[in-house]
C-alpha cells in the first residue's frame, strides 16, 4: 500500500472540524470533513 503523502491546511483543518461539530451538517459533508482531518499531520504532544 502507497503511503498517502497529502496533507491538509490547518485553515481547513479547523473548517473541517466546525463541520463534524454541526448537527446541521449532511452526512456527505461529515464525509469529506473526515478524510480531510485524517490527511492532517498530527500534532506533537508536550
Known amino acids: 500500500m502507497a503511503k498517502n503523502t497529502k496533507q491538509t491546511s ?7 472540524s466546525k463541520v463534524l461539530r454541526d448537527g446541521r451538517t449532511s452526512k456527505a459533508s ?3 470533513a ?3 482531518l485524517a490527511q492532517t499531520p498530527r500534532r506533537r504532544s508536550k
Open 10 to 16: 490547518s485553515k481547513a483543518a479547523k473548517s473541517a
Open 30 to 32: 461529515k464525509t469529506a
Open 34 to 36: 473526515g478524510s480531510a
